[in-house]
């Protein structure tokens, strides 16, 4: 994660030093060019303080949701960058240019607010608690429409990965127990 949110710095530079060139990567809605933009516009951001937002929380989120697996932790992260980019394509504002790793951090809260829910584990059922208690009020205010300084079709789309992603419990079957035949 700390190398991810150093990649992400190391852009934002970049985007300084070409005159905010990488914004163009952003996410203009409906427009069918932009759909390649879905992805890339997750690493991109408006500025210092946009990447300085989002910088914290992703290495927090990234790393405790990466403790469940490497692998799965990537699947999680690219389902959430793409249906958080589609769903902006689909829904943001006309004339609007939507960029930054903000539907990640989202998609990872909520990830790690109902993945102990969703699988039944205890320890994963704290930590969901333990960063919604810490990190809650504020993530709820980046959904608001009221708020016009953030995207919150990007925050809201964030929201999308734990119940695709369910492992069963501990010692307990994902198949259905068989059930009888009846003549």
């Known amino acids: 994660m700390v190398g991810w949110v150093a990649f992400l710095w190391i852009l934002e530079v970049v985007d300084v030093a070409t005159g905010h060139s990488l914004d ?18 997750s690493f991109i951001h408006f500025g210092f303080g946009h990447v300085a937002s989002n910088s914290v929380p992703l290495l927090v ?8 697996g490497i692998r799965r932790f990537a699947a999680v992260a690219a389902l959430i960058i793409v249906v958080d980019g589609l769903g902006v394509w689909l829904v943001a504002p006309d004339h609007s240019n939507t960029a930054g790793a903000s539907g990640l951090v989202f998609g990872l809260f909520g990830y790690l607010l109902v993945r102990g829910f969703v699988d039944r584990r205890p320890l994963d059922i704290g930590v969901g608690l333990v960063i919604g208690a810490i990190w809650g009020s504020s993530i709820l205010l980046g959904l608001s429409p009221a708020n016009t300084s953030v995207s919150w079709q990007g925050h809201l789309f964030g929201l999308a990965a734990a119940f695709v992603f369910r492992r069963p419990a501990c010692g307990r079957s994902t198949v259905p127990p068989a059930r009888p035949l009846i003549p």
Do not use: N, T
């Open 24 to 41: 163009a990567y952003g996410i203009e809605p409906r427009r069918p060019g932009e759909l390649l933009d879905v992805v890339p516009a």
């Open 61 to 68: 989120f990234g790393f405790l949701a990466a403790l469940g």
